[in-house]
C-alpha cells in the first residue's frame, strides 16, 4: 500500500534552516504531484509547496524565495528545503501525494485534491 514518510524536523532558531524528506513506497512515484502542507494546532492545514512529476513547481506566497521543493524520483523521495525560518513557520509539516497530470498539479492548491498522506513531521521555530 501507499506510504509515505516524512523526517527532518526538529526545533531551530529563527533564521536558520531544516531540511525536510519524505519517503514514498507502494506506488510509482513519478507519475505522483506530490507537496508538503502544514498545519498549526486548531487551524486549517495550508499548501507550503507542490512539484509535478517533471519538477514544475508551486509555491505559497509566505514561503516563497525561503523554501525549495524537490524530488529525486530515483530515490523515491521528497524533499523540502526551508531556509530563514521564522516563528510563524513553527507547524506540523505533512508530505501529500496525488496520481495526476501536471496540469492538475498545476492548480492543485487544496488538501483535499490529495489522496495519501504521511504522519507529519514537527517543525518548531524559536525567536
Known amino acids: 500500500q501507499v506510504q509515505l514518510v516524512e523526517s527532518g524536523g526538529g526545533s531551530v532558531q529563527a533564521g536558520g534552516s531544516l531540511r525536510l524528506s519524505c519517503a514514498a513506497s507502494?506506488?510509482?512515484?513519478?507519475?505522483?504531484?506530490m507537496a508538503w502542507f502544514r498545519q498549526i494546532l486548531g487551524k486549517e492545514r495550508e499548501r507550503v509547496a507542490n512539484i509535478d512529476n517533471d519538477g514544475r513547481t508551486n509555491y505559497a506566497d509566505s514561503v516563497k524565495d525561503r523554501f525549495t521543493i524537490s524530488r529525486d524520483n530515483a530515490k523515491k523521495t521528497l524533499y523540502l528545503e526551508m531556509n530563514s525560518l521564522s516563528p510563524e513557520d513553527t507547524a506540523m509539516y505533512y508530505c501529500?501525494?496525488?496520481?495526476?497530470?501536471?496540469?492538475?498539479?498545476?492548480?492543485?492548491?487544496?488538501?483535499?485534491?490529495?489522496?495519501?498522506w504521511g504522519q507529519g513531521t514537527q517543525v518548531t521555530v524559536s525567536s
Open positions: 501529500a501525494a496525488v496520481p495526476s497530470t501536471p496540469e492538475y498539479c498545476a492548480m492543485a492548491y487544496n488538501k483535499g485534491q490529495y489522496r495519501y
Open positions: 507502494g506506488y510509482t512515484f513519478n507519475n505522483y504531484c
